[in-house]
C-alpha cells in the first residue's frame, strides 16, 4: 500500500486531526499578499480527473502551486481514454513520467483503490464513484470546527440522495470517529437501511423535520440526477418533501450551520434563501478546501 | 490395453460401495470392482493404497469459452483443467459466440471436443434463439445433435410464458431446463449482493430477492408443465427453502451449487477485487450457511463450478466494468472436502454423490458409476494430501479465482477418462 489517501475509512482520529491542524495553519496564508509556499518545490502532481469538476480540480491545483508543486491536470475527454486505453494502462503510463502524486477522480468506485495495488505512485483519491471522497469530508470538518470547539456530541444532519453520495460515506466515517451523531436523512429509495451499519452513530429518517430538530450541522446534498440509473423518486415532488427552506431551520439548534458540497441547484434541494442564509457556511467550505488539501498533498509527498 | 487401480477405497455411490478394493478397467470400461483382483497380462498397475477411488466426478456447469472466445479458454484447455480437477465430464453452457443454440453449433463442440478434449464434454443448448428470451431454440435439434440440457444461462428467461413453452418442449423432448435464476430488472447494474458491504463500498447491490423472485416463478411453471426444473448455482437463503419444499412436494425440481458459494460471503471479499466478482454475487454469510445447510439437507443434490474463464486484461479493471465468473474447476474437489466433509456436515460419500450420481441423476449421461459395463471414468484423489492451488499452473487460459495461493488438504490425484489416465499429480 502506497501512502496516498484513498478514503476516510482506513484513517484513525489522530492522522485526521493532524491534517486539520495543518490546514488551520494554512488558512491564514489565503489572506495574505504572497500566498505561496517553499514546501513541495521539485514535486510534481498529476490531476486526473475522469469525471466533469470543477471546484475540485481547481481546488487541488490552487493547492498544489500554493505550495510551489508543479500541477499537471488532465480531463478523460481529452486523453487516450477516449481511443480505448484501459484505466490501468493510462495510469502506469502516467506514473512512468515519475509524478509524486497523482490525484484522481473516477466515476467507478474503488477505481483508485484497484489502481493502488498495481501503482508505485501515491493516489489522492478526488472523489470515487458513490464510495468516499476524503478530502471533501475533511473540509467539512474543517470549516465546523472554525465554529465549534468539537465535533463530539455534535448532532448532524446530511440530507438527500445518501445511497449515490460519496461525501455522505466519507463525512459519516469522520464524524463518526468524532463521536458526533449523524443523522441520514432521504427518500427511502436512496436510503438503504444497511447505511445504519456503516459507522457508529448513524441513524436513518425519511422525515426531514425529525432529521433537523435540534442539530448543529445541516449538509445538504447535491440530487445527483447523472447517478439516479432509474426513477428511485419522483423528482417532480423532491424539493416539497426534501428540500431545505428556511422555516426548517426554526426547528434546528439557534445556531445552526447550512453546508453543501456544490455545486448547488437553487429551488432543488435547497431554496435561493437558505443558499444565501447568514450561517451558509458554503463559500468557506470552498476556502478551506484550499488548505485542507494543501495539508494532504504535504502529508502525502511533503 | 487395461488399467489395475488398486488397493484404494473404493467409493461408489450407486452401489452403495465403500471399502477398500481394486477396480479393473479395461477396453475403455469398468471391467470389475472387488478384492484381489489379479492384474492381466500387460495391466498396467496404479497403487491407489491411501487413496479414495470414486466414479468419475461430472461438472454440469462449466463455460468453456468456444466457439468464439478462445482467448479466454478452448475446449481443449478448459478440458485439462477439468481433468485436472478429477472431473471426468463436463456439460459446457451455450453463451459463446455464436450462442449454442442450433444442431450446428452443438455439432461443433462435439467435434472440436471429440478431437482435443481429454475429458467428456456435453454440450448444453440454449432455450431461446441467441438466447434473447423470445423465440424458442431448435431444441429437438439440439438434441439429435448431442445436446443434453437447455439453458439461457447467464440470461435468464424473463418473459414467464417463453419460460412456460420451453418447459413444455424440453418435457417431450425429455431434457433438463436449467436456469440461471435472476431477475433482470431488480439486479440491473448491480456488480455485488446488497448487503452492508455494498453500501459500504458505494457498488450498486444485486438483491437476494432477484434469484428468489425467479426460483418462486419457475417452481410455479414447473408444477405446471411438469419439467424438469434444475436451479444453477443457488446462493440464497430463501431459494433454497423453496426448492426443498418443493420437493417434498414432488415437483421435479433439483439445484446445484458452486464451490465459491459454499465457501466465501461477501464479507470475506478483497475490496474491489474482481476475482470476487460473479453471478450469483458471494452472497451474506447467512446466505451462504443456508446452501451448506441445504448440501448437507439433500436439497442441494449437485456441486457444480460454473467455471467461467475470463482474460486478465477482462478482469484488469475497474469492479463495476469486470466481466462476472471465476475459474473453478481445479479447485472444487479441494474445496468441497475442506468446506464440507472435513468439518463434518456431509460424509465423504455424500460428497461423491454431489459430483456424480447428483449431477448424473439431472443430466442423464450414461455415467458417475463404478459398476462393470460402465464407462471407464475413474477420479483417484486423496483426503490428506497438502497442497497449495497457484492459477499461474492452472491448465485453464485464465487466472481469474480468488483461490489462488490457498493451501488445501486434499485433492485430486489422478483422473482416468474412459480407460486412460488423462492427469496425475
Known amino acids: 500500500m502506497n501512502a496516498g489517501l484513498l478514503g476516510i475509512e482506513e484513517l484513525d482520529r489522530a492522522e485526521i486531526e493532524a491534517i486539520l491542524a495543518r490546514a488551520k495553519e494554512f488558512q491564514p496564508l489565503q489572506s495574505q499578499q504572497v500566498k505561496k509556499l517553499d514546501t513541495l518545490r521539485g514535486k510534481m502532481i498529476v490531476n486526473l480527473f475522469y469525471e466533469a469538476s470543477t471546484r475540485t480540480r481547481t481546488s487541488f491545483e490552487i493547492a498544489a502551486k500554493r505550495l510551489s508543486a508543479d500541477a499537471v491536470s488532465i480531463t478523460a475527454s481529452g486523453s487516450s481514454v477516449t481511443k480505448g486505453e484501459s484505466l490501468v494502462d493510462t495510469l502506469n503510463t502516467l506514473a512512468a513520467m515519475r509524478p509524486d502524486a497523482i490525484v484522481m477522480r473516477h466515476s467507478a468506485s474503488g477505481a483508485p483503490h484497484f489502481l493502488s495495488r498495481h501503482l508505485p505512485t501515491p493516489i489522492i483519491n478526488a472523489g470515487d464513484g458513490t464510495h468516499e471522497h476524503p478530502t471533501q469530508a475533511l473540509l467539512d470538518a474543517r470549516t465546523i470546527l472554525d465554529r465549534r470547539a468539537t465535533l463530539e456530541g455534535l448532532r448532524v444532519a446530511i440530507i438527500g440522495d445518501i445511497a449515490h453520495s460519496r461525501v455522505a460515506r466519507s463525512n459519516v466515517h469522520l464524524l463518526s470517529k468524532f463521536g458526533a451523531e449523524i443523522v441520514l436523512c432521504g427518500p427511502a429509495s436512496l436510503l438503504p437501511v444497511e447505511l445504519e451499519q456503516l459507522a457508529p452513530g448513524v441513524h436513518l429518517t425519511t422525515d426531514i423535520t425529525e432529521a433537523i430538530r435540534d442539530c448543529d450541522v445541516i449538509m445538504m446534498l447535491r440530487v445527483q440526477l447523472e447517478r439516479q440509473h432509474e426513477a428511485a423518486f419522483p423528482a417532480s415532488e423532491y424539493f416539497r418533501f426534501y428540500g431545505l427552506r428556511l422555516e426548517h431551520l426554526d426547528l434546528a439548534k439557534p445556531e445552526c450551520i447550512v453546508m453543501h458540497p456544490g455545486p448547488i441547484n437553487r429551488g432543488r434541494e435547497l431554496s435561493s434563501e437558505v443558499a444565501d442564509f447568514q450561517r451558509s457556511v458554503i463559500l468557506n467550505q470552498v476556502e478551506n478546501g484550499i488548505a485542507v488539501r494543501m495539508a494532504v498533498l504535504e502529508k502525502v509527498i511533503g | ?425
Open chain 2, 1 to 425: 490395453m487395461s488399467t489395475l487401480i488398486k488397493n484404494g477405497r473404493v467409493i461408489d455411490p450407486a452401489s452403495g460401495t465403500d471399502h477398500v478394493a481394486d477396480v479393473l478397467v479395461a477396453g475403455g470400461q469398468i471391467a470389475q470392482v472387488g478384492t484381489g483382483i489379479a492384474a492381466p497380462q500387460g495391466a498396467e498397475i496404479f497403487d491407489a493404497t491411501g487413496l479414495v477411488v470414486a466414479p468419475g466426478f461430472i461438472d454440469m456447469h462449466v463455460h468453456l469459452r468456444e466457439p468464439g472466445f478462445e482467448h479466454a479458454e478452448t475446449i481443449e484447455s478448459g478440458s485439462r483443467a477439468a481433468a485436472a480437477g478429477g472431473f471426468t465430464s463436463v456439460c459446457c453452457m451455450p453463451n459463446t459466440k455464436p450462442v449454442n443454440d442450433s444442431a450446428t453449433v452443438t455439432s461443433y463442440i462435439v467435434e472440436r471436443a471429440r478431437r482435443l478434449a481429454v475429458v467428456n464434454v456435453f454440450p448444453i443448448g440454449a432455450i431461446t434463439k441467441g438466447s434473447a428470451g423470445e423465440e424458442l431454440a431448435a431444441i429437438g435439434n439440439m438434441k439429435a445433435a448431442g445436446a443434453v440440457a437447455i439453458s439461457d444461462d447467464g440470461m435468464p428467461v424473463m418473459n414467464a410464458r417463453v419460460m412456460r413453452r420451453a418447459m413444455e418442449f424440453a418435457r417431450s423432448y425429455d431434457l433438463p431446463v436449467i436456469q440461471h435464476c435472476e431477475d433482470l430488472n431488480l439486479s440491473a447494474g448491480g456488480d455485488m449482493h446488497e448487503g452492508v458491504k455494498s453500501v459500504r463500498w458505494g457498488l450498486r447491490g444485486i438483491p437476494a430477492a432477484s434469484e428468489d423472485v425467479m426460483v418462486a416463478r419457475d417452481l410455479l411453471l414447473a408444477e405446471l408443465t411438469g419439467a424438469r426444473y434444475h436451479v444453477a448455482h443457488i446462493s440464497t437463503r430463501r431459494s433454497v427453502a423453496m426448492v426443498g419444499e418443493a420437493r417434498s412436494k414432488a415437483i421435479t425440481v433439483t439445484c446445484e451449487a458452486t464451490p465459491h458459494h459454499f465457501t466465501l460471503a461477501d464479507e470475506n471479499m478483497e475490496p474491489y477485487d474482481s476475482n470476487y466478482k460473479m453471478k450469483p454475487p458471494l452472497r451474506s454469510g447467512c446466505d451462504r450457511g443456508a446452501v451448506v445447510d441445504g448440501i448437507a439437507a439433500g436439497t442441494v443434490t449437485a456441486i457444480a463450478t460454473d467455471h467461467a474463464p475470463h482474460a486478465g486484461s477482462e478482469k484488469m479493471q475497474e469492479f463495476e466494468r469486470c466481466p462476472f465468473g471465476i475459474i473453478g474447476l481445479e479447485t472444487a474437489l479441494a474445496l468441497a472436502l475442506e468446506e464440507l466433509v472435513q468439518p463434518g456436515r456431509i460424509s465423504l460419500a455424500r460428497m461423491i454423490e454431489l459430483f456424480t450420481t447428483g449431477p448424473e441423476s439431472v443430466m442423464r449421461l450414461g455415467r458417475g458409476r463404478l459398476a462393470p459395463g460402465a464407462p471407464g471414468d475413474v477420479t483417484v484423489f486423496s483426503t490428506d494430501l497438502e497442497w497449495a492451488y497457484d492459477v499461474n499452473l492452472s491448465f485453464s487460459r485464465s487466472r481469474n479465482s480468488p483461490f489462488d495461493g490457498r493451501k488445501f488438504r486434499g485433492g485430486p490425484v489422478a483422473t482416468m477418462v474412459n480407460g486412460e489416465f488423462v492427469w496425475r499429480r
